[in-house]
């Protein structure tokens, strides 16, 4: 096949993947932020307290019914002129990416938390556990077992989602993999299949493993 | 009459409604039989009950004679005539390839969840008539009304199956069965899945229908009930008929195997300690 | 601070990248249920080649983004001959991206059908085809509506990548006005406004469809 040398050349291969590296990274550093803020969003909305819910359920709808590109514009470009905030690009992909993986990890542990039948409580208050206690060392082992594979599933749709990183201009695999195109556009006009179809792999390289570990966990844990 | 009777097993007795001849049942990559060398004869008319331990393959043998589970060994026949025949290696083979005729001629209720959710209950009862044996729609809706009312349940007709109770789904079951009009009804448990004060109303339907004179093989744990109803009783243990007998009042009172009277202890037992509260 | 004039001159770019965007994935999503449909149809009944084909289109799917099946089909593919325009391109994707979710939420739906029922059936002497039209598919239906809607508004969302292709949807329009005039908070609410009137009744729509085919709560 012709024009696939342009992936031989020197530095092609590393600069891709050091491309690949900031978008792991993003991805990385936007799920572990999520799981805290997740437990955080998810325990406020199991509370009664009416503002709390209304404004949790506000937050959490907002976040689902807007893609995700819509809502990377509003950090990039919106948050930068309300509350003057410099955020660069990277910076707008991170929030964006924690405040959506909070929301939908939120709804997940608050759906979690509620699947944990009331008997269990029940059990550990007659047993004279404190509240704290019962959650700690009831309630919440039980929670977290059912989360983990949808939390891992999260975490490969957040790595799908880093590729809208590009559109604001961080330079991630994508943007590398342009870069390396247009500089090699004369020597080599056919690079742009092989590229695009290296970053293709790359990205399955990457979410396949997440959605086999889930797929595992889901079926190792969905019965009890 | 002749040919028919060219294809009676040998053994099988004249004038019984089904008979099982030899009946094996093992599943691929099992060393162990879960039916082996079962043999009964159901009259015309009679009701055969079928008791033993969780395990003993009763559900099985239901399972094999309504065709849903291929057998490797033995016979059984309806009516004098062979419907199924044991092969050899037909572990793997999903159900039986006999047709939807004779389908419609062994009714069967399951322990639970068999009406069809998407149907009403008078949708429920007539969905076989029309489909399978393309029946008149009035007069199919004629007789599902009658039987409705002899359940019980004519004002539930246009009720979706949410809506009812556990026990009067069973009780629809029973009437999607007798539709048909099957020579042989098998029933597999019926009212295991039931609250307790439901049983009763799903049991007293089953005894009309021995009253009747329908020819059924019913699988419980009620002992009481399957005193009260049985003509013949089987007892099942690990796949092995352990007792056979045409005489239910001494089979309950007087068993002659030690294992059938160690299992009607268990329940006996039972009784006893709720006798002392 | 808020310009109202802004809003009112150029709404109507708003209605007409709305009008792409609704365009690219209402052929899209089609694409993706037929995609779907098909690839369900070939796991439900094990056509041999066709099945494992169907799984590896399915992991290829699912672990990669829409914007790189994009760019590979926009800019990669020519290189190969197949020169595709922006729309077709755009709507290629989503049914690719798409059809493996529709196919999952699919065989969810046929997976929830408890087997007594197909048990029941046969007993009562329905044919193989009266027991998957009469009993299993009515039946699963219920049990797909569900994920089907989830992955109707994921698809749609989706759609706002087609912008990256140059294509005018309504992410492009407002990308496109902050770029030219600088008025990001209008530019950003005509956008919020935009996602809210489409996805807002679709999302409604899906909710009443989930109760109306719930067997057990109708």
Known sequence: MQGAEILLLPGVMPRLLQGLWVTVWIAAVSVIVSVPVGLLVGWLMT???????????????????????ALLFLAYYGFARWFDWNLDATGACVLVFILWGGAELGDLVRGAL??????????????????????????????????????????????????????????????????????????????????????????????????????????????? | ????????????????????????????????????????????????VVVGPSGSGKSTLLRTIAGLEPIQGGQIALEGKVIETGKPGSEKDGRSARSSELRTHIGMVFQSYDLFPNKT???????????????????????????????????????????????????????RALILHPEVLLFDEITAALDPEMVREVLDVVIGLAQAGQTMVIVTHEMRFARAIADEIIMLEDGHIVEQSTDPERFFTEPETERARQFLRTFEFERASHDQQ | MFDWSFVQRYAPFFVKGMEMTLFISVIGIVLALVVGLICAGVELAKVPVARQIVRVYIEISRNTPLLVQLYFLFFGLPKLGVVWSAETCAIVGLGFLGGSYMAEAMRAGLQAVPEVQRETAYVLGFTPLQSITRVVLPQAVSGAIPGIVANVIFLFKESSVVSAIALADVMYMAKDLIGMYYNTYESLAMLIVSYLIVLLPISLIGTWLERRFDYARR
């Open chain 2, 121 to 175: 209950v008078l949708g429920n009862i007539m969905m076989a008539p029309l489909l399978v044996q393309k029946r008149d729609k009035a007069e199919v809706e004629r007789e599902a009304l009658e039987l409705l009312g002899k359940v019980g349940l004519a004002d539930r007709k246009d009720s979706w199956p949410h809506e009812l109770s556990g026990g009067q789904r069973q009780r629809i079951a029973i009437c």
């Open chain 1, 47 to 69: 509370l009664k307290n009416p503002v709390v819910r209304v404004l949790m359920r506000i937050y959490l709808d907002f976040i689902r019914i807007m893609p995700q590109l």
């Open chain 2, 1 to 48: 009459m002749t040919d028919i009777d060219a294809n009676v097993s040998a053994g099988a007795a004249k004038g019984a409604a089904l008979s099982v001849r030899n009946l094996v049942k093992q599943y691929a990559n099992a060393d162990r039989r879960v039916l082996d060398d079962v043999s009964f004869d159901v009259p015309k008319g009679r009701v055969l």
């Open chain 1, 114 to 224: 509620q699947s944990i039948p009331e008997i269990q409580a029940e059990s550990a208050y007659v047993l004279g556990l404190t509240g704290w206690q019962s959650f700690v060392h009831v309630i919440l082992p039980q929670a977290l077992r059912r989360l983990l594979p949808a939390s891992v599933n999260l975490a490969t749709r957040i790595v799908k989602t880093t590729s809208l990183a590009v559109l604001l201009g961080v330079v991630e695999v994508i943007k590398v993999g342009q870069q390396i195109i247009d500089a090699n556009r004369f020597q080599y006009p056919d690079g742009t299949l092989w590229i695009y179809g290296v970053i293709f792999f790359m990205y399955f390289i990457v979410c396949w493993p997440l959605s086999i570990v889930a797929r595992r966990l889901e079926k190792r844990w969905a019965n009890d």
